[in-house]
DNA sequence: TAGTTGTCTAGTGAGTTGCTCAAGATTTCG
DNA sequence: CGAAATCTTGAGCAACTCACTAGACAACTA
């Protein structure tokens, strides 16, 4: 029950790139340095921010990452379920990625009991996560 | 951010056995063909079970599993925590299993940002889970 | 004491995590 | 233009975890 080393340099990795927004670019190496991440495996994780839209790129000699949409509109629950996939406990459970369990004898059934209470541990997550913002983090900082 | 196999399982299993509460016991492979479970799969998890007291078992011919508390008395948080492990979703906001964070930036300062937001995830959880108890489970059914 | 059950320890195949490496594309600067 | 700096892509890999299996052993009961 726990968020991947992935989500987990990808939040790092967006609170430094929310100091400079607005401002200069960074590079992989900069993030890497500052926050402990190996360079090639937060390239990876920038990557794929990039292609979930969060992040802009430039190439070359005064290349580097920024971000794209503004801190206030960077949920935590959306930053880990781009690295780490759907929040909920157990899929059958979820709203982004719902599926019908397979050996459950309940699933047949009008309700399994599993569901209810894993239904509100999901609510509950997505809830905080998806109310947490990057502004919101940056100035607790 | 999923719960295993092992505890969807061992959740599952107590179900059986709150049924047959007070009454006779439950042999594994009883329990193994109600539920779907591969039977020597199930034996680790109601051996773990047992070991954190909350089943007794007999062997011989007449033999079985049978709850050791009240339905009322086990909540969903123990046997997951028990199963799975502590519930926290980083283990730096862990109560039951606290590290410090090796690599993070944050550990030496005074407050991480991420802290905050996965200590709140943290007790969102366990605040559900642990007054779940399988007694309101079963009646649910 | 024979057969049925739980107990324990070890092992295993598939998949995931966390990370590395190498070759290529694009940009800037001299 | 050409070289250097940067991002891009894709492959690969060791260690670990998950879900499950196997087999020897201990205890209970008829």
Redesign the interface.
């Known amino acids: 029950?726990?968020?991947s080393k992935k989500s987990?340099y990808g939040?790092?990795a967006l609170?430094e790139l929310c100091e400079t927004y607005g401002g200069r670019v960074l590079q992989r190496h900069e993030i890497a340095e500052?926050?402990?991440?190996p360079v090639e495996f937060l390239e990876q994780i920038l990557l794929a921010l990039k292609r979930a839209g969060l992040l802009a790129s430039r190439r070359g000699v005064r290349g580097g990452y920024s971000l794209i949409k503004s801190p206030e509109d960077i949920t935590?629950g959306q930053v880990?379920r781009i690295l780490?996939?759907?929040?909920?406990?157990?899929?059958c459970v979820s709203k982004t990625a719902y599926q019908k369990c397979a050996?459950?004898?309940y699933a047949a059934k009008p309700?399994c009991?599993?569901q209810?209470?894993?239904g509100?541990?999901r609510d509950?997550?997505a809830?905080?996560?998806d109310h947490?913002t990057l502004s919101r983090?940056?100035h607790?900082?």
Chains 1, 2 share one sequence.
Do not use: H, T, W
């Open positions: 029950m726990k968020f987990e939040l790092r609170l500052r926050q402990n991440i935590l880990i780490d996939g759907p929040l909920a406990p157990i899929s050996d459950c004898p309700s009991p599993l209810q209470a894993m509100e541990v509950a997550i809830n905080i996560l947490y983090f940056a607790s900082k």
